[in-house]
């Protein structure tokens, strides 16, 4: 579904702490109704951003539309906005339900009607049977829903997520991960979610701004950010990418060794003859163990994860590649694999990205790095 009017706008907003630009000249358009998540590294201006649309920050340059209408100077609880942070901040004397109706207090609603509204969001998130218990009562799931209901009973244009899952147990993260999604849908409402988990941003958002050192390097759907990364930058944060050197040959890299690698997209435009970096992901192609002499590389890890076989091998000098392939009878003997032992590696066509020149600082993680 196309949206053409966007209910959050930013216009070259620039954010400087003394002489550091947190958010650098940014624009960007939020669509109503999306799900979009600002995901970057620590540092790189996404909770910044959030906390100017907010108005807990104002722009020291720039223009910030919500619904169309200007807010920069606008106090937050005059913006139709609702914030939910990673440190709840539930009134602890107060009940379940006279947190969740605490904003419609303030807002003058009569006692009935903020109580049967806030009933209406609980039983949203699921927590009917539940009113009348304290914070203290809940787990931390619990209490993040007790959050949300509270934020949505105000009925937001948009609902602002500041890592909003960062103190949950994995499992537990993983649930909400489904229940953030499922709730943004049945309710409708832009959602707007700061995280540093790209697994997080993949898993729910319907368009992803890759952020760095202030600036949106990528804004685009999950799938087109692991498939068809922008920079060199987003193909090494987004998904698992590992970096070997190698030389162009028309359509392959050839590596140190002889092992070559097709080459799909091109990140730089370079001769045949150049030294490059290429980029190659988990999948990109198949590992059995070597026979015969069709070694092209050495395992130095091999692990069983379930269903999946994962080693990261030794190619070229040294470089390291990490791959992942389901585990199946015919391949099972992989599972067998020790350190040192040698790998046939078949790659899939188009299976290397090219990234850049060798000697380019601009360059993605190695596989060692990926998988610390």
Request: glycine share 10%.
């Amino acid at each position: 579904m196309e949206h053409t009017q966007p209910v959050v706008s930013l216009r070259g907003v620039t954010k400087r702490f003394d002489d550091v630009a947190a958010v650098d000249r940014l624009d960007l358009d939020i669509r109503d109704g999306e799900f979009l998540a600002l995901l970057g590294p620590s540092g790189c201006g996404k909770t910044t951003t959030l906390r100017m649309i907010a108005g807990f920050e104002q722009p020291t340059e720039g223009e910030i539309f919500i619904g169309n209408e200007p807010v920069v100077g606008i106090p937050p609880h005059k913006r139709e906005v609702n914030t939910v942070f990673q440190q709840y901040a539930l009134f602890p004397h107060l009940d379940i339900i006279d947190n969740v109706a605490y904003g419609l207090k303030q807002r003058g609603v009569k006692k009935g009607e903020r109580r049967k509204q806030a009933a209406e969001a609980l039983a949203m998130v699921h927590l009917t049977g539940r009113e009348n218990a304290k914070p203290s009562q809940l787990s931390g799931g619990q209490q993040q829903r007790v959050a949300l209901a509270r934020a949505l009973v105000m009925r937001p244009k948009v609902l602002l997520l500041d890592e909003p899952l960062g103190a949950l147990d994995q499992k537990l993260r993983k649930a909400m991960q489904i229940e953030l999604k499922r709730l943004q849908a049945e309710v409708g409402i832009t959602f707007v979610f700061v995280t540093h988990d790209q697994e997080e941003a993949l898993a729910m958002a319907d368009r992803i701004a890759v952020m760095d050192k202030g600036r949106i390097e990528q804004l685009a759907p999950p799938r087109e950010l692991y498939d068809e990364p922008a920079t060199t930058f987003v193909a090494g944060f987004i998904g698992d990418m590992s970096t070997v050197n190698g030389t162009v040959a028309g359509d392959v890299a050839e590596l140190p060794g002889g092992l070559k690698v097709p080459l799909g997209r091109r990140l730089t435009d370079v001769a045949n003859g150049t030294a490059v970096h290429v980029g190659l992901r988990p999948e990109c192609g198949t590992f059995k163990p070597a026979t015969n002499g069709d070694a092209n590389a050495t395992v130095a890890t091999a692990m069983v994860l379930g269903d999946r076989l994962q080693v990261i091998a030794k190619v070229g000098d040294g470089d390291e590649v990490l791959l992942r392939q389901a585990r199946t009878p015919e391949n099972d003997a992989a599972a067998a694999l020790r350190p040192g032992d040698g790998l046939a590696i078949d790659f899939h066509a188009g299976a290397g990205l090219l990234l850049a020149p060798q000697g380019s600082e601009d360059r993605a993680l190695s596989a060692t790095a990926v998988v610390a």
